[in-house]
């Protein structure tokens, strides 16, 4: 059933003209790029949610492989997702009723046209393939190395027709001045902040050139959502303040990964131990301990670290720990891994971490910087290593 609705869409779309093998085999010289039903659940068994795509195999070694330029299409920094949610909490209060508007785009890389000037066929779907005839494409199938930043493409300029202005530094964060509506960019997934009429008109608009799916609006009203998920983080709208979760999907994954499932936590992330990881003293620090890891367990470090590292953009309260910890990656030693499990058996006892942003009438203009200095503490680098603690008043942190 997934699938006959996807070629429907597909065909509603117009994403292919049917046309002659030959063809193809004339203008680029190669066959046409097969394809592959794609089927996932993204719910779980209880409330399962299956979808069906119809993928391009465009990545693969006798197309070129990954070794191309047109793979790339820019993300915005996830910060500016929590800006935009500072911004329009510390806003409430003054008379305004600004929101927060969560909106998808169905099928998004299906409203990418391809250029005039370019010429790319795929195999027809199993269901629909008839002896001797292709597909030129019409629009970017997912799976074309192309499709992502034909979407880029696609949706800034429709926004920049709405009359925002595109970002210099992140392409992917946009600005309407006339009404003060901002809108940052993931993939498919679209935050706006504005004004609550203005976040209708705006949805309403780009309706009529995709099929767009308003996933909730956060606000003070009793009709506006209370919680949404955005990229497995939740963000939640309270009577005094917002809360801003980071994912603990992660902190499962890692207590896995690790073995460490059903481990005792610890109190803090890290201990200063002379010559171990926890005092910022380098991978020469101490000769105890130094023994390197074999390569399962180093494959299992690198992994385990990387995945540290990215949870530590939303958890402040580890990114000290996993700094040292990437300063040893290259070349991880047994007492790396222990500092790794050290952190582990501290965030089984710390999984999640919730950040407030108060409801203010004035927003603050100053940031209060609190840090310290070890004097050169690191014996490899002679640098100090101690991270520096920012407070912003009115906002705070509950970790448990």
Known sequence: ???????????????????????????????????????HNKGDQDNPNVRARLVARHIREKYGGKDVDDL????????AVKLLLTKCAQSQGKGRTRKLMFIDISKAHLYAPVDEDTEAYVDLPPECQKPGICGRLNFWLYGMRPASRGWENEYSRRLVD?????????PCCFYRAEDDIRCIVHGDDFVFEGDASQLREVADKLSKHWIVKVRATLGSDASDDKEVSVLNRIIRWGSQCAFYEADPRHVEKLLKEMEMSDCRPVSSPGVKVPGGIGDGQGPSADSEG????????????RSCTARCNYLASDRPDITFATKELCRAMSSPEERHELALKRLCRYLKGHSRLVQSIPFKGDMDIH???????????????????????????GSCLKVW
């Open 1 to 39: 059933a997934e699938k006959v609705d996807g070629l429907e869409a597909m065909c509603t779309r117009n994403v292919w003209t049917e046309g002659p093998v030959q063809r193809c085999l004339a203008m680029i010289g190669q066959k046409p790029i097969s394809v592959r039903w794609v089927v």
């Open 72 to 79: 790339f299409a820019a993300m915005p920094p996830f910060e």
């Open 162 to 170: 709405l009359g925002f202005e595109r970002g210099k530094a992140s």
């Open 290 to 301: 130094q023994e390197k890891l074999d390569p399962v367990r180093t494959k299992r470090f």
């Open 367 to 393: 940031l209060d910087v609190n840090v310290d200095s070890d004097w050169a503490g690191c014996r490899e680098t002679r640098k100090s290593t101690n991270g520096g603690s920012m407070s912003v008043s």
